[in-house]
């Protein structure tokens, strides 16, 4: 189960994985509200990663554990 860290720049969401040495653009966060922020997050490029939806919308950066999900 790969840490992520998840962080703004430019209004934009990256999501950047230390173990692969990736940062990419988050396209999709399956659920994004003020009071629950988690689930599938669709990166650019096709990867797919879920993390357990939080109670409320993280102050980013955040360091969260993420595991591997399927697209759809």
């Given amino acids: 189960m790969p840490v992520v860290i998840f962080r703004e720049r430019n209004a934009q969401l990256y999501c950047y994985i230390a173990k692969l040495d990736l940062e990419a653009k988050v396209t999709d966060v399956e659920f994004d509200q003020p009071e ?22 993280p102050v980013f950066p955040v360091s969260l554990r993420a595991t591997r999900s399927e697209l759809g």
């Fill in 36 to 57: 629950r922020w988690g689930g599938r997050v669709a990166l650019e490029g096709g990867k797919c990663y879920y993390i357990n939806p939080q109670e409320a919308k």
